[in-house]
Protein backbone atom coordinates (compact mmCIF):
# COMPACT_ATOMS: atom_id res chain seq x y z
CA UNK A 1 0.00 0.00 0.00
CA UNK A 2 1.27 3.14 -1.17
CA UNK A 3 2.16 5.94 1.56
CA UNK A 4 -0.20 8.55 0.46
CA UNK A 5 -3.31 8.39 -0.63
CA UNK A 6 -4.47 9.90 -4.53
CA UNK A 7 -5.74 13.21 -3.75
CA UNK A 8 -2.32 13.75 -1.68
CA UNK A 9 -0.43 12.26 -4.86
CA UNK A 10 -2.64 14.62 -7.48
CA UNK A 11 -1.19 17.22 -4.84
CA UNK A 12 2.37 16.42 -4.74
CA UNK A 13 2.36 15.58 -8.61
CA UNK A 14 0.87 18.95 -9.82
CA UNK A 15 1.21 20.83 -6.91
CA UNK A 16 -1.21 23.96 -7.71
CA UNK A 17 -0.25 27.81 -7.11
CA UNK A 18 3.64 27.53 -6.75
CA UNK A 19 6.12 30.15 -6.82
CA UNK A 20 6.56 33.52 -5.23
CA UNK A 21 4.18 36.89 -5.67
CA UNK A 22 7.14 39.75 -6.22
CA UNK A 23 5.17 42.59 -4.46
CA UNK A 24 3.42 40.61 -1.98
CA UNK A 25 0.80 41.89 0.79
CA UNK A 26 1.51 39.20 3.07
CA UNK A 27 4.19 37.19 3.77
CA UNK A 28 4.03 34.04 6.69
CA UNK A 29 7.52 31.79 6.74
CA UNK A 30 7.68 28.61 8.71
CA UNK A 31 9.54 25.49 9.61
CA UNK A 32 13.17 25.09 9.69
CA UNK A 33 14.94 22.07 7.53
CA UNK A 34 15.75 20.41 11.29
CA UNK A 35 12.43 19.35 11.25
CA UNK A 36 12.65 18.66 7.64
CA UNK A 37 10.04 20.97 6.59
CA UNK A 38 10.17 24.97 5.74
CA UNK A 39 6.90 27.23 3.75
CA UNK A 40 7.01 30.67 2.57
CA UNK A 41 2.95 31.93 1.69
CA UNK A 42 3.10 34.81 -0.20
CA UNK A 43 -0.65 36.95 -0.43
CA UNK A 44 -2.17 39.52 -3.16
CA UNK A 45 -5.40 41.01 -0.62
CA UNK A 46 -8.14 42.76 -2.80
CA UNK A 47 -10.93 44.59 -0.90
CA UNK A 48 -10.84 42.27 2.28
CA UNK A 49 -9.99 39.03 -0.24
CA UNK A 50 -7.31 36.77 -1.07
CA UNK A 51 -6.94 37.45 -4.60
CA UNK A 52 -3.79 35.48 -5.09
CA UNK A 53 -1.64 33.29 -3.20
CA UNK A 54 1.94 31.46 -3.89
CA UNK A 55 3.93 29.72 -1.75
CA UNK A 56 7.26 27.78 -1.76
CA UNK A 57 7.86 24.73 0.09
CA UNK A 58 10.86 22.73 1.45
CA UNK A 59 9.75 19.49 2.59
CA UNK A 60 8.56 15.86 1.99
CA UNK A 61 5.94 15.17 -0.07
CA UNK A 62 3.29 15.40 2.47
CA UNK A 63 4.48 19.17 2.71
CA UNK A 64 3.78 20.08 -1.04
CA UNK A 65 0.33 18.60 -1.25
CA UNK A 66 -0.41 20.41 2.09
CA UNK A 67 1.06 23.58 0.64
CA UNK A 68 -0.87 23.24 -2.52
CA UNK A 69 -4.37 22.31 -0.50
CA UNK A 70 -4.14 25.33 1.39
CA UNK A 71 -3.49 27.64 -1.93
CA UNK A 72 -6.47 25.99 -3.36
CA UNK A 73 -8.51 26.53 -0.43
CA UNK A 74 -7.74 29.81 0.60
CA UNK A 75 -7.69 31.60 -2.90
CA UNK A 76 -10.98 34.05 -3.06
CA UNK A 77 -11.20 33.61 0.40
CA UNK A 78 -12.10 36.87 2.82
CA UNK A 79 -9.36 37.08 5.20
CA UNK A 80 -11.78 36.52 8.07
CA UNK A 81 -12.28 32.98 5.81
CA UNK A 82 -8.84 31.94 5.59
CA UNK A 83 -8.22 32.53 8.99
CA UNK A 84 -10.33 29.53 10.10
CA UNK A 85 -8.00 27.08 7.76
CA UNK A 86 -6.91 24.51 10.19
CA UNK A 87 -4.36 21.41 10.15
CA UNK A 88 -7.30 19.66 10.21
CA UNK A 89 -9.37 21.31 7.75
CA UNK A 90 -6.78 20.48 5.52
CA UNK A 91 -6.10 16.95 5.91
CA UNK A 92 -9.88 16.28 5.78
CA UNK A 93 -9.84 17.93 2.36
CA UNK A 94 -6.26 15.62 1.39
CA UNK A 95 -8.42 12.89 2.32
CA UNK A 96 -6.16 12.04 5.09
CA UNK A 97 -2.13 12.54 5.66
CA UNK A 98 -0.20 9.19 7.42
CA UNK A 99 0.00 9.90 11.34
CA UNK A 100 3.55 10.51 11.54
CA UNK A 101 3.56 13.24 8.80
CA UNK A 102 0.62 15.08 10.51
CA UNK A 103 2.56 17.77 11.66
CA UNK A 104 3.47 19.05 8.33
CA UNK A 105 -0.23 19.72 7.56
CA UNK A 106 -0.11 22.56 10.80
CA UNK A 107 2.89 23.95 8.39
CA UNK A 108 0.49 24.86 5.39
CA UNK A 109 -2.39 26.99 7.60
CA UNK A 110 0.13 28.28 10.04
CA UNK A 111 1.78 30.04 7.22
CA UNK A 112 -1.11 30.94 5.24
CA UNK A 113 -2.06 33.00 9.13
CA UNK A 114 1.09 34.57 9.37
CA UNK A 115 0.67 35.54 5.77
CA UNK A 116 -2.35 37.18 6.74
CA UNK A 117 -1.23 38.57 10.31
CA UNK A 118 1.88 39.96 8.13
CA UNK A 119 -0.69 41.92 5.95
CA UNK A 120 -3.04 43.28 8.49
CA UNK A 121 -0.24 44.27 10.68
CA UNK A 122 1.26 46.49 7.62
CA UNK A 123 -2.13 47.68 6.75
CA UNK A 124 -3.29 48.96 9.98
CA UNK A 125 0.29 50.74 10.56
CA UNK A 126 -0.18 51.83 6.70
CA UNK A 127 -3.99 52.84 7.72
CA UNK A 128 -2.65 54.62 10.59
CA UNK A 129 -0.11 56.68 8.92
CA UNK A 130 -2.76 57.89 5.93
CA UNK A 131 -5.03 59.01 9.08
CA UNK A 132 -1.88 60.67 10.42
CA UNK A 133 -1.44 62.44 7.26
CA UNK A 134 -4.87 64.01 6.86
CA UNK A 135 -4.31 65.77 10.31
CA UNK B 1 7.98 2.41 -18.39
CA UNK B 2 11.41 1.41 -17.20
CA UNK B 3 11.99 -0.33 -13.61
CA UNK B 4 15.16 0.18 -11.73
CA UNK B 5 15.50 -0.94 -8.86
CA UNK B 6 18.88 0.50 -6.89
CA UNK B 7 17.94 0.12 -3.20
CA UNK B 8 20.23 -3.07 -3.09
CA UNK B 9 20.75 -1.77 0.64
CA UNK B 10 17.04 -2.17 1.53
CA UNK B 11 17.09 -5.48 0.39
CA UNK B 12 18.77 -7.52 -2.53
CA UNK B 13 16.45 -9.92 -4.84
CA UNK B 14 16.72 -14.12 -4.07
CA UNK B 15 18.60 -15.27 -6.44
CA UNK B 16 16.88 -17.93 -8.76
CA UNK B 17 19.28 -20.61 -7.68
CA UNK B 18 18.85 -19.82 -3.94
CA UNK B 19 14.73 -20.32 -4.16
CA UNK B 20 15.39 -23.64 -5.61
CA UNK B 21 17.52 -24.93 -3.03
CA UNK B 22 14.71 -23.19 -0.52
CA UNK B 23 11.74 -24.91 -1.98
CA UNK B 24 12.19 -28.72 -0.86
CA UNK B 25 11.99 -28.14 2.75
CA UNK B 26 9.00 -26.33 2.34
CA UNK B 27 7.79 -29.44 0.04
CA UNK B 28 8.72 -32.61 1.15
CA UNK B 29 11.55 -32.15 3.67
CA UNK B 30 9.58 -30.08 5.71
CA UNK B 31 10.52 -32.41 9.23
CA UNK B 32 12.03 -30.58 12.44
CA UNK B 33 15.60 -30.16 12.54
CA UNK B 34 15.08 -31.79 16.47
CA UNK B 35 13.25 -34.65 15.39
CA UNK B 36 14.86 -38.55 15.33
CA UNK B 37 13.82 -39.88 12.22
CA UNK B 38 14.17 -39.50 8.72
CA UNK B 39 12.35 -36.44 8.12
CA UNK B 40 14.13 -34.76 10.62
CA UNK B 41 17.41 -36.28 9.35
CA UNK B 42 16.59 -34.41 6.63
CA UNK B 43 16.39 -31.15 7.68
CA UNK B 44 19.34 -31.49 9.99
CA UNK B 45 21.45 -32.16 7.05
CA UNK B 46 20.09 -29.10 5.22
CA UNK B 47 20.76 -27.00 7.95
CA UNK B 48 24.28 -28.40 8.83
CA UNK B 49 25.34 -28.25 5.33
CA UNK B 50 23.96 -24.38 4.96
CA UNK B 51 26.40 -24.35 8.32
CA UNK B 52 29.30 -24.77 6.83
CA UNK B 53 28.54 -22.73 3.68
CA UNK B 54 27.95 -19.69 5.74
CA UNK B 55 31.10 -20.29 7.86
CA UNK B 56 33.26 -20.90 4.85
CA UNK B 57 32.33 -17.41 3.43
CA UNK B 58 33.71 -15.87 6.09
CA UNK B 59 36.64 -17.91 6.95
CA UNK B 60 35.00 -19.14 10.76
CA UNK B 61 34.30 -22.99 11.57
CA UNK B 62 30.84 -24.28 11.35
CA UNK B 63 30.47 -24.91 14.60
CA UNK B 64 30.96 -21.49 15.15
CA UNK B 65 27.45 -20.36 12.81
CA UNK B 66 24.40 -19.18 15.19
CA UNK B 67 21.63 -18.95 12.66
CA UNK B 68 19.21 -16.17 13.50
CA UNK B 69 16.59 -14.44 11.68
CA UNK B 70 18.24 -11.00 10.89
CA UNK B 71 21.24 -8.82 11.48
CA UNK B 72 18.94 -6.72 13.83
CA UNK B 73 18.92 -10.02 15.89
CA UNK B 74 22.30 -11.00 15.28
CA UNK B 75 23.12 -7.50 16.90
CA UNK B 76 21.10 -7.60 19.59
CA UNK B 77 22.15 -10.93 20.63
CA UNK B 78 26.03 -10.01 19.78
CA UNK B 79 25.19 -6.66 21.99
CA UNK B 80 23.19 -7.90 24.85
CA UNK B 81 24.62 -11.55 25.10
CA UNK B 82 28.00 -10.30 25.24
CA UNK B 83 27.64 -7.89 27.35
CA UNK B 84 25.30 -9.70 30.18
CA UNK B 85 27.73 -13.02 29.83
CA UNK B 86 30.97 -10.61 30.39
CA UNK B 87 29.49 -8.68 33.82
CA UNK B 88 31.55 -9.61 35.91
CA UNK B 89 34.75 -8.41 34.54
CA UNK B 90 32.79 -4.80 33.82
CA UNK B 91 30.02 -2.77 32.24
CA UNK B 92 31.72 -0.61 29.69
CA UNK B 93 30.88 -0.81 26.08
CA UNK B 94 32.10 0.86 23.14
CA UNK B 95 30.14 1.36 19.80
CA UNK B 96 30.72 3.77 17.01
CA UNK B 97 28.36 6.96 16.21
CA UNK B 98 27.36 5.22 12.95
CA UNK B 99 26.06 1.81 14.00
CA UNK B 100 22.89 0.65 12.97
CA UNK B 101 19.97 1.12 15.36
CA UNK B 102 19.98 -2.44 16.00
CA UNK B 103 23.14 -1.92 17.67
CA UNK B 104 23.03 1.55 18.82
CA UNK B 105 19.37 0.75 20.54
CA UNK B 106 20.93 -2.11 22.07
CA UNK B 107 23.53 0.04 23.50
CA UNK B 108 20.64 2.42 24.90
CA UNK B 109 18.77 -0.63 26.30
CA UNK B 110 21.72 -1.71 28.15
CA UNK B 111 22.41 1.22 29.84
CA UNK B 112 19.18 1.35 31.05
CA UNK B 113 20.36 -2.58 32.59
CA UNK B 114 23.12 -0.46 34.47
CA UNK B 115 26.06 -0.12 31.30
CA UNK B 116 28.07 2.26 30.85
CA UNK B 117 28.44 3.44 26.90
CA UNK B 118 31.11 5.40 24.46
CA UNK B 119 29.90 6.56 21.79
CA UNK B 120 33.31 6.72 19.56
CA UNK B 121 32.75 10.03 16.65
CA UNK B 122 33.38 9.60 13.11
CA UNK B 123 35.35 12.05 10.78
CA UNK B 124 33.45 13.66 7.51
CA UNK B 125 33.85 10.72 5.31
CA UNK B 126 32.10 8.36 8.31
CA UNK B 127 35.35 6.64 9.16
CA UNK B 128 36.71 5.75 13.03
CA UNK B 129 39.54 6.30 13.90
CA UNK B 130 41.30 3.51 15.48
CA UNK B 131 43.15 5.63 17.96
CA UNK B 132 40.15 6.96 19.37
CA UNK B 133 38.32 3.71 19.48
CA UNK B 134 42.00 2.86 21.50
CA UNK B 135 41.45 5.95 23.84
CA UNK B 136 38.28 5.55 24.95
CA UNK B 137 39.06 1.92 26.23
CA UNK B 138 38.89 1.46 29.99
CA UNK B 139 40.07 -0.89 32.41
CA UNK B 140 35.80 -1.97 32.57
CA UNK B 141 35.06 -2.16 29.05
CA UNK B 142 34.00 -5.32 27.81
CA UNK B 143 32.74 -5.05 24.45
CA UNK B 144 33.64 -3.21 21.68
CA UNK B 145 30.93 -2.93 18.39
CA UNK B 146 32.07 -1.53 15.04
CA UNK B 147 30.41 -2.00 11.82
CA UNK B 148 32.52 -3.27 8.74
CA UNK B 149 30.91 -0.86 6.47
CA UNK B 150 27.83 1.67 6.61
CA UNK B 151 25.74 0.70 4.34
CA UNK B 152 24.06 4.17 4.05
CA UNK B 153 27.33 6.21 2.88
CA UNK B 154 29.22 2.92 1.78
CA UNK B 155 32.64 4.00 4.40
CA UNK B 156 34.18 0.46 4.94
CA UNK B 157 35.92 0.58 8.61
CA UNK B 158 39.66 -0.12 9.36
CA UNK B 159 38.50 -3.39 10.78
CA UNK B 160 41.62 -4.84 11.47
CA UNK B 161 43.13 -1.85 13.04
CA UNK B 162 40.00 -1.57 15.34
CA UNK B 163 40.65 -5.25 16.24
CA UNK B 164 43.94 -4.98 16.85
CA UNK B 165 43.28 -2.06 18.98
CA UNK B 166 41.09 -3.92 20.85
CA UNK B 167 42.92 -6.99 21.68
CA UNK B 168 45.20 -5.50 23.54
CA UNK B 169 42.87 -4.19 26.14
CA UNK B 170 41.19 -8.04 26.58
CA UNK B 171 37.31 -6.90 25.67
CA UNK B 172 35.32 -8.88 23.34
CA UNK B 173 35.25 -7.34 19.45
CA UNK B 174 31.87 -7.55 17.70
CA UNK B 175 31.28 -6.18 14.12
CA UNK B 176 28.33 -5.88 12.53
CA UNK B 177 28.92 -6.92 9.09
CA UNK B 178 25.80 -7.20 7.23
CA UNK B 179 26.56 -4.59 4.66
CA UNK B 180 29.72 -6.39 3.61
CA UNK B 181 29.35 -9.58 4.04
CA UNK B 182 28.97 -11.78 0.92
CA UNK B 183 29.74 -8.22 -0.88
CA UNK B 184 33.17 -7.68 -0.21
CA UNK B 185 36.00 -10.58 1.51
CA UNK B 186 35.46 -11.07 4.72
CA UNK B 187 37.62 -12.94 6.95
CA UNK B 188 37.51 -13.39 10.28
CA UNK B 189 40.36 -14.60 11.24
CA UNK B 190 42.03 -11.72 8.95
CA UNK B 191 39.71 -9.38 10.43
CA UNK B 192 40.65 -10.46 13.87
CA UNK B 193 37.17 -9.83 15.12
CA UNK B 194 35.91 -12.62 18.21
CA UNK B 195 31.92 -11.76 16.72
CA UNK B 196 30.52 -11.10 13.40
CA UNK B 197 26.77 -10.32 12.39
CA UNK B 198 25.37 -11.34 8.71
CA UNK B 199 22.07 -10.94 7.07
CA UNK B 200 20.90 -13.30 3.94
CA UNK B 201 18.67 -11.05 2.23
CA UNK B 202 22.15 -8.78 1.83
CA UNK B 203 23.87 -10.91 -0.78
CA UNK B 204 20.40 -12.39 -2.78
CA UNK B 205 19.25 -14.82 -0.02
CA UNK B 206 16.01 -14.88 2.04
CA UNK B 207 14.93 -12.21 4.25
CA UNK B 208 14.51 -13.80 7.93
CA UNK B 209 17.56 -15.50 7.87
CA UNK B 210 20.91 -14.25 9.69
CA UNK B 211 23.84 -15.50 11.15
CA UNK B 212 26.00 -14.57 14.38
CA UNK B 213 29.71 -16.35 14.39
CA UNK B 214 31.00 -16.33 17.51
CA UNK B 215 34.50 -17.31 17.92
CA UNK B 216 34.95 -20.58 19.67
CA UNK B 217 35.30 -20.41 23.72
CA UNK B 218 33.87 -16.78 23.91
CA UNK B 219 31.04 -16.91 26.48
CA UNK B 220 27.51 -15.41 25.69
CA UNK B 221 23.96 -15.23 27.50
CA UNK B 222 21.35 -17.16 25.26
CA UNK B 223 18.82 -14.77 23.45
CA UNK B 224 15.88 -16.96 23.26
CA UNK B 225 15.64 -19.88 26.10
CA UNK B 226 13.75 -22.84 25.21
CA UNK B 227 15.43 -25.73 23.58
CA UNK B 228 18.83 -26.97 22.43
CA UNK B 229 18.60 -25.41 19.12
CA UNK B 230 21.78 -23.32 17.81
CA UNK B 231 23.63 -25.01 20.68
CA UNK B 232 20.96 -23.84 23.47
CA UNK B 233 22.05 -20.37 22.83
CA UNK B 234 19.35 -19.96 20.24
CA UNK B 235 16.19 -21.88 20.85
CA UNK B 236 13.23 -22.03 18.40
CA UNK B 237 12.32 -24.33 15.59
CA UNK B 238 15.16 -23.80 12.94
CA UNK B 239 13.90 -21.94 9.83
CA UNK B 240 15.27 -24.76 7.61
CA UNK B 241 14.21 -23.43 3.77
CA UNK B 242 15.31 -19.60 5.18
CA UNK B 243 18.36 -21.17 6.64
CA UNK B 244 19.15 -23.27 3.17
CA UNK B 245 18.86 -20.05 1.15
CA UNK B 246 20.90 -18.57 3.32
CA UNK B 247 24.07 -21.33 2.83
CA UNK B 248 23.18 -21.32 -1.30
CA UNK B 249 23.59 -17.52 -1.39
CA UNK B 250 26.60 -17.73 0.39
CA UNK B 251 27.74 -20.46 -1.29
CA UNK B 252 27.51 -18.37 -5.05
CA UNK B 253 28.74 -15.76 -2.85
CA UNK B 254 31.77 -17.13 -1.95
CA UNK B 255 32.68 -18.62 -5.65
CA UNK B 256 31.76 -14.76 -7.58
CA UNK B 257 33.13 -13.02 -4.63
CA UNK B 258 35.77 -11.35 -6.95
CA UNK B 259 33.01 -10.40 -10.25
CA UNK B 260 30.27 -8.78 -7.98
CA UNK B 261 32.84 -5.89 -6.98
CA UNK B 262 34.34 -5.69 -10.59
CA UNK B 263 30.62 -5.57 -11.39
CA UNK B 264 28.87 -2.85 -9.45
CA UNK B 265 32.47 -0.49 -8.62
CA UNK B 266 32.10 0.81 -12.73
CA UNK B 267 28.19 1.55 -11.97
CA UNK B 268 29.09 3.03 -8.81
CA UNK B 269 31.79 5.30 -10.17
CA UNK B 270 30.09 6.33 -12.85
CA UNK B 271 26.86 7.73 -10.90
CA UNK B 272 29.46 9.11 -8.31
CA UNK B 273 30.93 11.33 -11.01
CA UNK B 274 28.08 11.69 -13.03
CA UNK B 275 25.22 13.37 -11.03
CA UNK B 276 27.67 16.41 -9.43
CA UNK B 277 28.35 16.69 -12.89
CA UNK B 278 24.85 17.25 -14.36
CA UNK B 279 23.59 18.83 -11.24
CA UNK B 280 24.96 21.72 -9.58
CA UNK B 281 25.66 21.58 -5.50
CA UNK B 282 25.47 18.23 -5.05
CA UNK B 283 27.58 16.47 -2.12
CA UNK B 284 28.89 13.11 -2.30
CA UNK B 285 28.31 11.45 0.77
CA UNK B 286 31.33 8.27 2.49
CA UNK B 287 34.57 7.70 1.66
CA UNK B 288 35.65 8.46 -1.76
CA UNK B 289 37.83 5.64 -1.71
CA UNK B 290 37.43 2.95 1.49
CA UNK B 291 33.64 2.59 -0.13
CA UNK B 292 31.29 -0.39 -0.74
CA UNK B 293 31.10 -1.35 -4.55
CA UNK B 294 27.59 -0.75 -4.82
CA UNK B 295 26.96 2.55 -3.13
CA UNK B 296 26.40 5.74 -3.99
CA UNK B 297 25.23 8.02 -1.79
CA UNK B 298 24.68 12.07 -2.27
CA UNK B 299 23.16 15.03 -0.57
CA UNK B 300 21.21 17.38 -2.91
CA UNK B 301 21.04 20.34 -1.86
CA UNK B 302 18.34 22.97 -1.13
CA UNK B 303 15.87 20.09 -1.49
CA UNK B 304 14.47 17.13 0.63
CA UNK B 305 15.01 13.61 0.20
CA UNK B 306 11.76 11.91 0.35
CA UNK B 307 9.98 14.42 -2.50
CA UNK B 308 12.84 13.07 -4.67
CA UNK B 309 12.37 9.62 -3.51
CA UNK B 310 8.53 9.80 -4.50
CA UNK B 311 9.97 11.64 -8.24
CA UNK B 312 12.07 9.11 -8.72
CA UNK B 313 9.75 6.36 -8.04
CA UNK B 314 7.58 7.78 -10.47
CA UNK B 315 9.81 7.57 -13.50
CA UNK B 316 9.98 3.74 -11.97
CA UNK B 317 13.61 4.56 -10.27
CA UNK B 318 13.49 3.16 -6.37
CA UNK B 319 15.87 4.37 -4.05
CA UNK B 320 16.23 5.38 -0.44
CA UNK B 321 16.97 8.32 1.61
CA UNK B 322 18.41 9.26 4.80
CA UNK B 323 15.95 12.46 5.18
CA UNK B 324 13.97 13.02 8.25
CA UNK B 325 10.81 13.05 6.27
CA UNK B 326 11.23 9.34 4.87
CA UNK B 327 11.94 8.16 8.31
CA UNK B 328 9.16 7.32 10.45
CA UNK B 329 10.77 8.51 13.61
CA UNK B 330 11.24 11.74 11.42
CA UNK B 331 14.78 12.68 12.47
CA UNK B 332 17.42 12.67 9.72
CA UNK B 333 19.94 10.15 9.64
CA UNK B 334 22.42 9.69 12.48
CA UNK B 335 24.76 8.84 9.93
CA UNK B 336 25.06 11.92 8.39
CA UNK B 337 25.15 14.56 11.16
CA UNK B 338 27.44 12.33 12.85
CA UNK B 339 29.51 13.50 9.72
CA UNK B 340 28.95 16.53 10.35
CA UNK B 341 26.68 17.54 8.00
CA UNK B 342 24.03 20.75 8.72
CA UNK B 343 20.72 19.05 8.69
CA UNK B 344 18.95 21.13 6.00
CA UNK B 345 21.58 19.25 3.62
CA UNK B 346 21.39 16.07 5.42
CA UNK B 347 17.93 16.40 4.41
CA UNK B 348 18.74 16.11 0.71
CA UNK B 349 20.25 12.80 1.03
CA UNK B 350 19.35 10.07 -1.35
CA UNK B 351 21.47 6.29 -1.46
CA UNK B 352 21.77 4.88 -4.51
CA UNK B 353 22.73 0.92 -4.45
CA UNK B 354 23.39 -1.44 -7.14
CA UNK B 355 22.95 -4.91 -7.53
CA UNK B 356 23.99 -7.54 -9.97
CA UNK B 357 20.57 -7.12 -11.79
CA UNK B 358 22.03 -3.19 -12.35
CA UNK B 359 23.24 -2.30 -15.87
CA UNK B 360 25.26 0.60 -17.18
CA UNK B 361 21.85 1.75 -18.85
CA UNK B 362 20.30 2.24 -15.15
CA UNK B 363 23.21 4.62 -14.44
CA UNK B 364 22.34 6.73 -17.77
CA UNK B 365 18.28 6.51 -17.41
CA UNK B 366 19.26 8.18 -13.57
CA UNK B 367 21.75 10.89 -15.12
CA UNK B 368 18.84 11.42 -17.32
CA UNK B 369 15.99 11.17 -14.97
CA UNK B 370 17.63 13.20 -11.99
CA UNK B 371 18.05 16.71 -13.38
CA UNK B 372 14.65 17.49 -14.08
CA UNK B 373 13.27 16.11 -10.85
CA UNK B 374 16.08 17.91 -8.81
CA UNK B 375 14.83 21.35 -10.82
CA UNK B 376 11.64 20.94 -10.42
CA UNK B 377 11.46 20.65 -6.48
CA UNK B 378 13.99 23.14 -6.51
CA UNK B 379 11.57 25.78 -8.03
CA UNK B 380 9.60 25.58 -5.28
CA UNK B 381 12.32 25.53 -2.89
CA UNK B 382 12.48 28.90 -0.29
CA UNK B 383 15.92 27.59 0.26
CA UNK B 384 17.20 27.50 -2.82
CA UNK B 385 15.59 31.13 -3.86
CA UNK B 386 17.03 32.49 -0.70
CA UNK B 387 20.47 30.97 -1.92
CA UNK B 388 19.74 32.59 -5.17
CA UNK B 389 19.12 35.56 -3.88
CA UNK B 390 21.80 35.88 -1.63
CA UNK B 391 24.40 34.64 -4.41
CA UNK B 392 22.70 37.56 -6.80
CA UNK B 393 23.41 40.31 -3.66
CA UNK B 394 27.39 39.07 -3.56
CA UNK B 395 27.92 39.69 -7.24
CA UNK B 396 26.30 43.38 -6.98
Known amino acids: MPVYNEKVMDHFMN???????????????????????????????????????????????AAIAVSSMVSEMAKGKTLEEAKKITP???????????????????????????????????????????????? | MREVYLDHVATTPVLPEVLEAMLPYFRDAYGNVQSLHNWGDKAREAVEEARGKVASLIGGEAEEIIFTASGTESNNFALKGLAMARQSKGKHIVVSAIEHF????????????????TEVPVDKYGLVDPDKVARSLRKDTILVSIMHANSEVGTVEPIKEIAGAVKKSGAIFHTDAVATTGTIPVDVKEMGVDALS??????????????????????????????????????????VPAIAGLGKAAEIAKAGMAARAKRLSPLRDKLLAGLPKSIEHVIVTGHPTRRLPGNASFCVEFIEGEAMLMLLNSKGIAVSSGSACTSRALKASHVLIAMGLPHEIAQGSLLFSFGLDSSVEDVDYVLETMPPIVDRLRQMSPLYSKFLKEQKGGKK
Open chain 1, 15 to 61: PRNVGEIDNADGVGEVGNPVCGDMMTFYIKVKDNHISDVKYKTFGCG
Open chain 1, 88 to 135: ALVAKQLKGLPSNKYHCSNLGAQALNKAIDNYQKEHSKAAKSKKGGKK
Open chain 2, 102 to 117: SVLHSAKTLEKWGFEV
Open chain 2, 198 to 239: LAGNQFYGPKGAGALWLKKGVRIIPFLDGGVQEGGKRAGTED
